[in-house]
């Protein structure tokens, strides 16, 4: 199947299967919940290989908290890659890389490992099941930057389209399969 057949697949899974929660985690939040899709092997399948069909080059993929470390997993596998996890603040023993960001209902920060992990010139993207803001994925491209990577794109699965994410990671490619 070709990239677009794969897009065109897992947007209809994606539109099936998403679950919206309202006023979570905080009141006027509408959450889009993956969780369902992620349990479909097929859906789970068919957004991994649309994934990593849109996913141009890469030596790494970094999964961010939590959902990415699941779905990034899967589309490193595909892509004959490692995968890094991004981990929210105070989850990694020290020392560690960290950067701090505003997201839509607060304020957070993400780590990778200062050692054991060389990440000088590798190609890296970051995959994550939902781009909202994009506070999140900027914070995880200035990390991987600052650790010495080169950021070659952002793939997700859901794009919550009126919040801007995109234009907010710009000049990154962002490729996602769903927009709401």
Known sequence: MS?????ADAAALIAAHLR???????????FKDLTPVLADARALTVVTDALAANIGGA???AGLDARGFLIGAAVAIRLGTGVLAVRKGGKLPP???SESYVLEYGTA??????EGIDLTGQRVVIVDDVLA?????????????SAGATVSGVAVVLELGG???RAAL???PVSSLYTT
């Open 3 to 7: 990239g677009a057949g794969y897009a």
């Open 20 to 30: 919206e929660v309202a006023d979570f985690p905080e009141p006027g939040i509408q």
């Open 59 to 61: 030596d790494l993929v």
């Open 95 to 97: 020392p560690v890389r």
């Open 109 to 114: 920060s993400l780590e990778i490992p200062a």
């Open 133 to 145: 803001t994009g506070g999140t994925v900027a914070a995880a491209a200035r990390l991987l930057r």
């Open 163 to 165: 919040l801007g994410g």
């Open 170 to 172: 710009e000049p990154l």
